[in-house]
């Protein structure tokens, strides 16, 4: 019994002690919103096409699911109004300041972007409704010593082991291949029909040479960042290594959502976050994100 | 309080550690077969997934249909490649979605139609899916006489295609 109390003791002074997250988690939080309201605004010119095959495919929904809010009889006739409002919602918590219920109503919503586009998602569509969930859990105006700071940080910690796990597995279902250890499979990459964007893709990225470069680098990359990005002095190369390597995903594998849904997680591993904050609003706001703790 | 959230706080990273334990095969021959849906749902839930990894999926395929309306056959359309051409020519990422939605349901039938013949693929809620999504965006919601389909796999060196499957269907 007392080896649980100690464990649970270590646990929450590790949570107590950790630096002030409040505001990487401000900026993850704008940048999560905006992401979301980005892709349901672009994604609204097939909005009919999609919502017409989830009705079709699955039915009349009877029971009430948060999920599937949009499928419900009563909102078929509204459905552009449903999505208006929708993006309207999700723009205006991108500006706001942060509030429970308008978290778990942005969740909501990306439940039901989930629903209606689930043929058409990636990973980068479900983690980042995994992070807009876990932004539930946040409070930006969190104080040491307060419940809310260690829930802070303990999903600040989640969702940053989320990326490493995500990339761990990545490589790790590679260093498997024999077809990545030779550079093949990254051949087959850049001719992957409907992924390799041809228009952008340099003829000289298929050369066996340069193809065995990039496949040893990813997966050095896949497999490194999950141990590395702990210490500070690997962070500050890993970072923006990191967000090239994913605006090459986004640009080239046309994977755009998945390419700034992983920049966007970045953003809870950038140390200095609250000093840019600080030196952009000549201190007036500081406190906000940096409070001292009340006496 | 704080007691009770550091108890919930070990539970939610133990449950974690357990959702990401699911996705090695090794430890999945170990969970009983009920389990198994449930860690996918939850990997799913958290974003755990893999990319470039299958080889299955960087085969190539290419769908072509044509109607038979008005008393005559129309001329054969590419499915897929329309859209995703819209895609990086004017970075339309509405057009890549549904790309990857006719990607999905058309490759579906295939599976189907390979493994249990196209009689029996006609009957599947897929194939409703399928006919049902292609009528509606790709025929302006007019449910023509007749269908044809031909679904083709793509080489690249040698730069060839091998049709894989086609049938006609008179909804």
Not at chain 1, 169 to 187: A, H, P, R, V
Not at chain 2, 95 to 121: E, F, P, T
Request: proline share 3%; aromatic share 18%.
């Amino acid at each position: 019994m007392s080896r649980v109390q100690s464990f649970l003791t270590d646990v929450e002074t590790g949570l107590m002690n950790q630096k002030d997250s409040n505001a990487n988690l401000y900026w993850f939080r704008k940048a999560v919103y905006l992401l979301l309201l980005l892709k349901m605004l672009l994604v609204w010119p097939e909005l009919k096409t999609f919502y017409h095959h989830v009705t079709n495919a699955q039915g009349t929904i009877v029971g009430f699911s948060f999920s599937k809010l949009m499928f419900l009889p009563i909102f078929s006739s509204f459905v552009q109004l449903w999505w208006g409002l929708a993006c309207i919602v999700v723009a205006a918590a991108t500006v706001l300041s942060a509030k429970r219920w308008l978290s778990i109503l942005i969740f909501i919503i990306s439940l039901n972007y989930l629903s209606l586009f689930y043929l058409a998602t990636n990973s980068g569509d479900k983690l980042l409704n995994f992070f807009i969930f876990s932004l539930i859990f946040v409070n930006e105006k969190a104080l040491k010593q307060q419940v809310s700071w260690m829930l802070n940080n303990a999903t600040v910690l989640l969702v940053k082991i989320n990326i490493c796990a995500v990339y761990f597995l990545n490589g790790y279902g590679k260093i498997l291949k024999s077809s990545w250890w030779d550079g093949s499979f990254m051949q087959k990459v850049w001719e992957l029909e409907y992924y390799t964007n041809l228009h952008l893709v340099p003829q000289w990225f298929s050369n066996p040479t340069v193809c065995l470069v990039t496949s040893w680098l990813v997966m050095l990359f896949e497999l490194g960042f999950p141990f590395l990005i702990w210490f500070s002095t690997m962070r500050k190369w890993l970072v923006p290594i990191g967000l090239i390597f994913h605006i090459f995903i986004a640009l080239f594998l046309s994977l755009p959502d998945f390419g700034l849904t992983m920049a966007a997680a970045y953003l809870l591993f950038v140390d200095k976050m609250g000093k840019v904050w600080s030196l952009k609003n000549n201190g007036n706001k500081k406190k906000r994100f940096n409070p001292e703790p009340l006496p | 309080m704080k007691r009770f959230v550091i108890i919930f706080i070990a539970g939610v990273f133990a449950v974690y550690a357990l959702v990401f334990l699911s996705a090695f095969v090794f430890v999945q021959k170990l969970m009983p077969a009920v389990l198994k849906p449930k860690f996918q749902q939850a990997r799913n839930f958290v974003g755990l997934g893999t990319l470039f990894v299958s080889e299955a999926s960087m085969r190539a395929y290419s769908t072509s249909y044509r109607f038979y309306q008005d008393g005559k056959w129309t001329d054969w359309y590419f499915l897929e490649e329309p859209l995703f051409e819209e895609y990086v020519s004017k970075g339309r990422l509405a057009s890549l979605k549904h790309n990857r939605l006719d990607k999905y349901l058309s490759q579906k039938i295939v599976r189907i139609g390979r493994k249990s013949g196209n009689a029996q693929m006609m009957k599947s809620k897929e194939f409703q899916a399928f006919t049902s999504h292609l009528f509606y965006s790709h025929n302006q919601n007019r449910k023509p006489d007749s269908l044809q389909i031909i679904v083709r796999q793509k080489f690249r060196q040698p730069e060839t295609v091998k049709t894989i499957f086609k049938f006609k269907y008179q909804p």
